[in-house]
């Protein structure tokens, strides 16, 4: 008995020690506005010792994305976002169901959400020919570098809110209303 308790609390503090490990792990942001809830599923990479050379010309994202200047906003498998009710993002219209989400950061002051229909792709695919439609995202520089990748959605009263990442020098957000 005290071997398999050994062996159960050597295994329990290695999957700890593996997933404190993992350079982009799994992460989640709900959050529910007028009664719908809005989910996004991501990995979370961080930025390490690559501050300022994220989104910059011939930066990370640039020479890791096929597709740049369209970036998975996450690592890994692709973001997705799922809505159990219609939704507006800016000024496009989502209906209830599960979405990749894209960002086009080809203008560093002027990123550009995009919400495709296909779904389960891992790593860099992007298909422009799947996009349910793109919106343009309000940028902003957060108080502070943020380390980690970060999704929120936040509920603004009513049926409003918004939909934010973070990481590293930017912040950009896109507006939602349930309807």
Known sequence: MKHLLLCTGLLFAAAVFVRGQQPSPSAKATGTIAGKTITIDYCSPRVRDRAGHIFTPGGLIQ???QSYPVWRAGANAATTMHTDGDISLGDLNVPTGTYTLFVDIADPAQWTLIVSKETGEWGLA???????G????NM????SMVEDLV???TDRGGNRGALTLAWENERASVPIRVH
């Open 140 to 143: 902003s520089k957060p108080p």
């Open 151 to 153: 999704y929120t959605i």
């Open 63 to 65: 020479q890791t994305h």
């Open 126 to 132: 992007y298909n422009k020919n799947m996009d349910l």
């Open 134 to 137: 793109r919106v343009k995202m």
